[in-house]
């Protein structure tokens, strides 16, 4: 039992501890992201990967390797993106913490987090436009 309530009091602080640290600014992120592939994870399981170019465009890919290009720009402490087929920004929080980069979704009330679980300078594998009758 009191094993349980530490370890509780642990994954509270943990998580505070996360978020309360001053997020990444958009130079810092930038000197960071540029000319990398970050793969992210949500609770345990691939999310997507992006490759983030000079200029601060981005190239976005879920799992099933179809990518969709954007660019990123920095609004207050968030780094928001848009994408080429989606002008919505979608904003996030960046955390650089003990156990690695965390984002916050900034867009939504619960405020999904993704880590980064990889990170390489090879850029994204994209399939190419599809092909049928």
Request: hydrophobic share 35%.
């Amino acid at each position: 039992m009191i094993y349980r309530i530490f370890s509780s009091l642990a994954l509270i602080i943990f998580a505070s501890g996360a978020h309360a640290e001053t997020p990444m600014s958009a130079s810092e992120f930038e000197q960071y992201f540029t000319g990398k592939t970050m793969y992210f994870e949500f609770e345990g399981r691939a999310f997507g990967g992006e490759h983030y170019m000079e200029n601060r465009r981005v190239r976005w890919s879920v799992e099933n390797g179809k990518c969709k290009t954007g660019e990123w720009y920095p609004s207050g402490e968030m780094i928001c993106f848009v994408y080429d087929d989606d002008p919505d920004p979608k904003c996030w929080a960046f955390y650089q913490t003990d156990s690695g980069i965390q984002a916050f979704y900034q867009n939504d009330p619960t405020q999904t987090m993704l880590s980064v679980a990889r990170e390489t300078t090879v850029p994204l594998m994209c399939l190419g436009p599809e092909v049928g009758v």
